[in-house]
């Protein structure tokens, strides 16, 4: 079964670069979220959108921003990265509905240096 | 608030012991559960979900009891096996809330010796 695609894998940046994240989700969800996790910490939800809309918004910095397209596939844009921007991104996708459990990528590491 | 994990609990189990790895939620509001096994590198799978119309769901080796009261989760997992390695997330949400947040508590990293 298609799964979410998350791309690059790895990325390395250094301090005060940018950096793109992208997120292909699952045929026909709806919804996209982002997460972050850091090691040894629980995945801290950033933001999501519902059919291209904003729907939600976690402890995401002001230099990050994120959009869906008309495609459904999402784009987590991060601007002036720090150190402590280094994490695990995951990108998860859900059709809307009862009982429909959030289907992660594999996420993208990334390092900043 | 959100949860935070600093330090992972570890359960450490012998292959073919049942396993049982606790979750407390934070939300009273929260009407959806669901596990997450995490293997290093990878994202959060799923396992197993349960709304809070009910107690208990039983899936293949696997089951998750809910006591609403007491806000507790827990996943029980039977004849364990060294593939079972892993961390282990709770999540909570409202299947009412189109688009809202996952919130995921403390992991727990499961370990098995063979």
């Known amino acids: 079964a298609a799964g979410v695609i998350q791309s690059p894998r790895h990325l390395i940046k250094e301090k005060r670069e940018t950096a793109t994240l992208k997120c292909y989700p699952i045929p026909r969800h709806d919804t996209v979220y982002w997460y972050q996790q850091g090691p040894g910490q629980d995945p801290q939800f950033l933001i999501s959108?519902?059919?291209?809309?904003?729907?939600d918004k976690g402890s995401i910095p002001d230099r990050f921003s994120a959009q869906q397209f008309s495609d459904y596939h999402s784009e987590l844009n991060m601007s002036s990265l720090e150190l402590g921007d280094s994490a695990l991104y995951f990108c998860?996708?859900?059709?809307?509905?009862?009982?429909?459990?959030?289907?992660f990528g594999n996420g993208t590491r990334l390092t900043v240096t | 608030g959100e949860s935070v994990g600093l330090h992972l609990p570890t359960l450490s189990v012998q292959e073919g012991d049942n396993s049982i790895i606790n979750c407390a939620y934070s939300?009273?509001?929260?009407?959806?559960f669901i596990w997450y096994k995490q293997e290093s590198g990878k994202g959060p799978q799923f396992i197993i979900d349960?709304?809070?119309?009910?107690d208990k769901r039983q899936g293949q080796r696997v089951t998750v009891l809910l006591n609403k009261t007491v806000k507790h989760l827990s996943l029980q997992i039977a004849a364990t096996q060294p593939g079972d390695s892993a961390v282990y997330f709770c999540?909570?949400?409202?299947?009412?809330?189109?688009?809202?947040?996952?919130?995921f508590g403390q992991g727990t990293e499961l370990s098995v010796k063979p």
């Open positions: 959108f519902y059919e291209k809309m904003q729907s």
């Open positions: 349960i709304r809070s119309n009910m």
């Open positions: 999540a909570e949400t409202s299947v009412y809330n189109q688009g809202g947040k996952l919130i």
């Open positions: 998860a996708s859900s059709r809307t509905g009862v009982n429909s459990p959030l289907h």
């Open positions: 939300n009273s509001a929260s009407d959806y």
